[in-house]
């Protein structure tokens, strides 16, 4: 072998990897191995020595590097070319009906088709190939930045590295562990005194979030795919079309089935309620999408989700088991909620061991005591939750539950507001109260600020190095690198992320912020109205609840939180560490005054109605025909002459997502 030419090496590698990729697509997709592991692992030993004998020959995709190694300091962040949306829920037919109505409503006349797909209870991935290669894979993140785990996808056996296909796509997919495959590594972790997983979902995550590729490779990850977001070279027209393609590129589709009505939908969700118990992994649900893209387009999405789709959720599972404890824990905004401590059981994919109670009301209204036999329910990723106590199951041993009268982790005096249902700890700073704020600050809605977790938290305030979230951003290197499990190069780390979260989105500040009843869509409604934290400060009650979306209870928590010198102060200090308080780039709403835009191809965020309105607020113009007057045209998917014409007169072309930029003001326009 030694002596073989590099022309004849090529030859060899080319033939190897052709047959390993043959056998893992029967293996790994097809669940059909049609050779031993043995010989199986002859052929990748064989690979793998020729190319360390001529590395020059490596190339990214070959199945050699499915087996990992480089160990990561850090994920990158990836943008996402298309936001990840969210779906709709649907809990019962009578939503699904519901949804199928609004469909009707707007694709008057047409008849239309539904296909129905496995949802599945993982973590949704993106993955780019560049002419037929494996290029990038990325997890979901905000919905629009996500993390190149690129590294750990490619220990994924079921997912092609290459395909014949030359082509340059987008595709997304759920990266999830086979019930099997977890109660393998669970075994295995009990017997080594670790940790076990909670369900195979939390599983998974904590396999594709490993810095070492090689402990990915380990834990035997799947994935199945379900959408394509584009293509270089074909233009599909059904959903179906996409999976036939993909199916027959070599990828592991996810299940489906078309349904002509919404009361086929409905039967097909019913059967899986108890179907579901046979497959080797978790759903949590069913997706169903429109089949015809066109239709799709014309939907288009809310800022959350996709008109054209909906999750059906199965419905909670229950069971019963004890209560041996009721324990108090400390919120962000001081609230003392109850936590009922219970003897585990399985429910829905995951062990179950504490029930949220809400409130003191809800134990009474339950008559919840220590020592019941409760009903239980969990549905998804839902809390679990008490549905009754089993009273016929009572002893006589049990106990009531009795609020206690000072903050258990401060020992301040506590108190119930007569009209509220929560009791709060009224001392503000009650370190359970910063940590949780804290934690907020730095939560992936929010700044998302990578590397602060509960543990760093707690030590930044247990030694006096942070009071609030405002003295993150005057933290040292120096400072962090003396803590325990700190070395130089996470201390550093860490002081990065949180410079780079010193420009997020103005909503995402406002969310940040912590003010009682807002969460991410009111700081978005807020960050829309105001262009500024000053303006915000100034403002009235009266003068909020006139925004339709914004009701009294936030309208007067915000103006409270503006009202406490406490966050004056915050504030103060947030603007001297250089946070962004404001709105980006200080442009006029009509930022677009003036110019022409043109649209060709067919966009995937907005319909073409959306885009003219768009425009038109901003002040510009939508205009149909490309001339040497236009200033921009947007050029979506398969676009059409008008791209020529731009070309040839010189205008300047822009994608959706650089068209979305300047919508946000993230880009700048110039006038010719
Ligand atoms: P949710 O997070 O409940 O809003 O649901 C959206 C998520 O469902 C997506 O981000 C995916 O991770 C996941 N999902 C699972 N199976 C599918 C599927 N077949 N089609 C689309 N999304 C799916
Ligand atoms: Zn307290």
């Known amino acids: 072998m030694k ?267 019913q059967q899986w309620h108890e179907k579901r118990e046979e497959l080797d992994f978790e759903i949590d649900g069913l997706v169903i999408k429109l089949n015809n893209l066109a239709d799709r387009q014309k939907l288009g999405a809310t800022a959350r989700s996709p008109r054209w789709a909906i999750a059906y959720k199965f419905p909670a599972q229950q069971k019963t088991t004890k209560i041996k404890d009721i324990e108090i824990s400390v919120g962000r905004t001081g609230a003392l909620t109850p936590t009922a401590v219970l003897e585990p059981v399985e429910l829905a994919g995951s062990t179950v061991s504490r029930a949220t109670l809400h409130n003191e009301d809800e134990i009474e209204r339950k008559d919840i005591r220590i020592g019941d036999t409760a009903l239980v329910q969990k549905a998804g990723d839902v809390i679990p939750e008490v549905v009754k106590i089993i009273k016929a ?73 942070i009071e609030d979230y405002a003295d993150l951003y005057f933290l040292k290197v120096s400072h962090l690198a003396d803590l325990e499990r700190m070395g130089q190069k996470s201390s550093q780390n860490v002081i990065t992320a949180i410079k780079d979260s010193k420009d997020r989105e103005f909503f995402r500040v406002l969310y940040a912020l912590g003010i009682r009843h807002v969460g991410i869509g009111a700081a978005r409604i807020l960050a829309d109205n105001f262009t500024s934290i000053a303006e915000l400060e100034s403002t009235s009650v009266e003068k909020l609840v006139e925004i339709a979306e914004i009701g009294p209870v936030i309208a007067e928590s915000i103006v409270g939180f503006f009202q406490e010198r406490h966050n004056q102060d915050l504030i103060c200090r947030l603007k001297q560490a250089g946070i962004k308080l404001a709105r980006k780039a200080e442009q006029s709403d009509k930022f677009l005054a003036g110019y022409k835009f043109v649209f060709t191809g067919s966009l995937e965020n907005f319909t073409r109605s959306e885009v003219k309105d768009l425009v038109e607020k901003a002040g510009g113009r939508a205009v149909s025909s490309v001339s040497s007057q236009t200033d921009f045209l947007v050029s979506g998917k398969n676009p059409g002459s008008k791209y020529k014409q731009a070309t040839e007169l010189g205008v300047e072309i822009l994608t959706e997502a650089e068209f979305e930029k300047l919508l946000a003001k993230e880009k700048t326009v110039t006038k010719k």
């Open 393 to 465: 199951e009572r002893t006589g041993k049990e106990h009531q539950f009795i609020m206690p009268e000072h903050c258990p982790v401060c020992g301040s005096k506590v108190i119930r507001p007569e009209d509220e249902a929560v009791t709060r700890c009224t001392n503000i700073s009650c370190p359970a109260q910063r940590k949780e704020g804290i934690l907020h600050f730095v939560s992936r809605n929010a700044m998302n600020i990578d590397g602060i977790g509960p543990a760093l938290v707690e030590q930044l305030l247990s030694n006096n190095l």
């Open 3 to 269: 002596n073989l030419e590099q022309e004849q090496a090529e030859q060899k590698i080319k033939s190897l990897r052709e047959k390993i990729r043959e056998h893992e697509y029967n293996y790994f997709v097809l669940d059909d191995p049609r050779i031993s592991d043995a010989e199986f692992d002859q052929l990748m030993q064989q690979l793998i020595k020729l190319e360390s004998e001529f590395p020059s020959l490596v190339t990214s995709d070959s199945p050699t590097q499915r087996v990992g190694g480089e160990v990561l300091d850090e994920f990158e962040k990836v943008e996402h070319s298309t936001t990840m949306l969210s779906l709709d829920n649907a809990f019962n037919p009578a939503d699904l009906r519901e949804f199928d109505q609004r469909i009707q409503k707007n694709l008057t006349g047409q008849t239309y088709q539904y296909v129905v797909e496995h949802k599945i209870d993982g973590l949704s991935a993106v993955m780019r190939y560049d002419q037929g290669s494996f290029q990038l894979g990325a997890t979901r993140g905000n919905g629009e930045i996500g993390e190149d785990i690129s590294k750990n996808m490619k220990t994924i056996r079921s997912l092609p590295l290459k395909i014949s296909d030359q082509a340059s796509f987008e595709l997304r997919g759920e990266i999830y562990l086979s019930k099997s495959e977890f109660a393998r590594i669970n075994k295995a972790r009990l017997a080594n005194d670790e940790a076990t997983f909670a369900n195979p979902r939390n599983a998974a995550a904590g396999s594709i979030r490993q810095l070492d590729s090689k402990i990915a490779a380990n834990r035997n990850l799947s994935i199945l795919v379900y959408d394509l977001i584009s293509h270089s070279e074909k233009e599909f027209k059904t959903h179906l079309e996409v999976f036939a393609y993909l199916k027959n590129q070599g990828f592991k589709v996810n299940w489906h089935q078309s349904a002509e009505n919404i009361e086929q939908v409905i039967k097909i969700c």
